[in-house]
């Protein structure tokens, strides 16, 4: 099982990026994906979510209007549309993927719940 992240950087306040994740090992069409964020000396924070399907998606409230998250089940591939990104943006971005659970709600958002891990992207913005 692979997940990797692409296309963080350093971008101003204001700025967009698009993150990329590329999953490999496991059946990316069957598993709700999620992106998370650490800054440090912070926990890892839930950020995004999507549902295997692709039609419901959810934002922590500091993103909303801002993020977009996205799904491409034909080329494996989650993406994170991030615009008019502040400073407090800044932190490392994971994806992470969540086998469906039977009797289980799609939406998490703990870190606990997801079982497959990227190794991060770093996400920079500069006041």
């Known amino acids: 099982v692979q997940l990797v992240e692409s296309g963080g950087g350093l971008v101003q306040t204001g700025g967009s990026l698009r993150l990329s994740c590329v999953a490999s090992g496991f059946t990316f069409s069957s598993y709700t994906m999620g992106w998370f964020r650490q800054a440090p000396g912070n926990e890892r924070e839930f950020v995004g979510i999507i549902d295997w399907t692709g039609t419901n998606r959810g934002y922590t409230d500091s993103v909303k209007g801002r993020f977009t998250i996205s799904r491409d089940n034909a080329k494996n591939t989650l993406y994170l549309q991030m615009n008019s990104l502040k400073p407090e943006d800044t932190a490392v971005y994971y994806c992470?993927?969540?086998?469906?659970?039977?009797?289980?709600?799609?939406?998490?958002?703990?870190?606990?719940?997801?079982?497959?891990w990227g190794q991060g992207t770093q996400v920079t913005v500069s006041s």
């Open positions: 992470a993927a969540r086998k469906s659970r039977f009797g289980t709600s799609w939406y998490a958002v703990a870190v606990k719940d997801y079982d497959y």
